[in-house]
């Protein structure tokens, strides 16, 4: 009997061992898929469509694979482009720095998480095998590159965008093909000036001009096991409908203080994030007459490039303010 209740015992025991460690793995591995620093930054080409005028149209973002630190990395050998023949900087201790070509208005802020479909270059009609190639250094030396190309695998259209986005909770309904992106207008001067701590009023009108994919009429979660379910998709989902933001593009975020709170504008899917990816997927209605008003003041000069982003949550619509903040 003895000799029963050892072997039960260390059974008993094997089985709590087991299941520690199982949890250990488990915490762990969230916590690996939550670091919220130190992460690396890597550019993201997404794909190409032709334009009307027989050019082509090929579509840049990136991944910051941290949920909290935010990098400032201005246009220069650590964040540039360069227009190469194929394959010329496949080579990532090859240095490809031009000045004349490096800033073709990518970000210098970048964000938390998945920022896709963020800017977009046009190259000519006989662009053919070339490629543009977005660099990007972080962390110390960490080199990364987005090869931009007219492979035929990459060519892409909005219902594809709302795909890789997850719009309308990440439905597949080919009227996404004729989607059409948000009107977006910003009221005012395309470049201001403005004094450290003076507050500086921003307004905008966006419509949907299709008005699709149509806001949900999806109810809320109603108890946390719906709340807290474990993403069911590849890619995170977020609710449709018209919205808009205010980002900084350019310039040190942290010195900027919206009001309001603008939601956010990359893939933070953690509950109750502000985010439309973020559960509940929660998408507000439109201002009164669609006019979306706020102020940004900031604690230290310099350059600055806001950038107004209109969505339905399938496609998106950019503008741009450059501000001067002066001491």
């Not at 087991?18 to 250990?24: D, F, G, M, V």
């Not at 670091?35 to 890597?42: A, I, N, Q, R």
């Not at 050019?55 to 630190?69: A, I, P």
């Not at 709302?162 to 009221?187: K, M, Y």
């Amino acid at each position: 009997m003895k000799c029963s209740n050892r072997i039960i015992t260390t059974v008993v025991h094997s089985f709590l061992m087991l299941a520690l460690l199982a949890s250990a793995a488990q915490l762990q591995a969230q916590e690996r898929r939550m670091v919220l620093s130190g992460e690396l930054l890597s550019p993201a080409y997404e794909g190409w469509w032709p334009n009307p005028d027989g050019t082509f149209r090929l579509f840049f973002g990136y991944m910051n694979s941290n949920w909290e630190q935010e990098f400032d990395i201005p246009v220069g050998p650590e964040n540039y482009f360069r227009f190469v023949e194929e394959g010329e900087l496949d080579n990532l201790e090859e240095e490809g720095y031009v000045m004349g070509e490096a800033d073709m208005g990518q970000p210098t802020h970048f964000y938390p998480r998945r920022n896709p479909f963020l800017f977009t270059i046009d190259v000519p009609a006989d662009f053919g095998e070339k490629e543009v190639v977005w660099t990007l250094k972080s962390q110390g030396d960490h080199v990364a590159r987005a090869y931009g190309s007219l492979y035929p695998d990459y060519r892409i259209d909005p219902q594809v965008i709302s795909t890789e986005v997850g719009g309308a909770f990440g439905s597949l309904d080919d009227r996404l093909r004729d989607n059409i992106a948000p009107e977006l207008e910003v009221e005012g001067d395309a470049y201001r000036t403005v004094a450290v701590g003076e507050p500086l009023n921003l307004a905008v009108v966006a419509n949907d001009p299709d008005n699709f994919p149509a806001r949900s009429g999806r109810g809320l979660p109603s108890t946390p096991e719906q709340l807290y379910r474990p993403p069911s998709s590849i890619v995170a989902m977020s609710g449709p409908g018209l919205r808009f933001s205010w980002t900084v593009y350019r310039g040190p975020a942290a010195a900027a203080d919206f009001q309001p709170t603008q939601m956010k504008t990359y893939t933070d899917t953690r509950v109750y994030a502000n985010s439309p990816w973020s559960p509940p997927y929660y998408i507000p209605e439109p201002p009164r007459d669609n006019r979306w008003q706020s102020t940004v003041s900031f604690d230290q000069p310099g350059d600055y490039v806001l950038r107004g982003i209109a969505s339905d949550g399938s496609l998106f619509t950019y503008r741009n303010i450059n501000v001067t903040v002066t001491p």
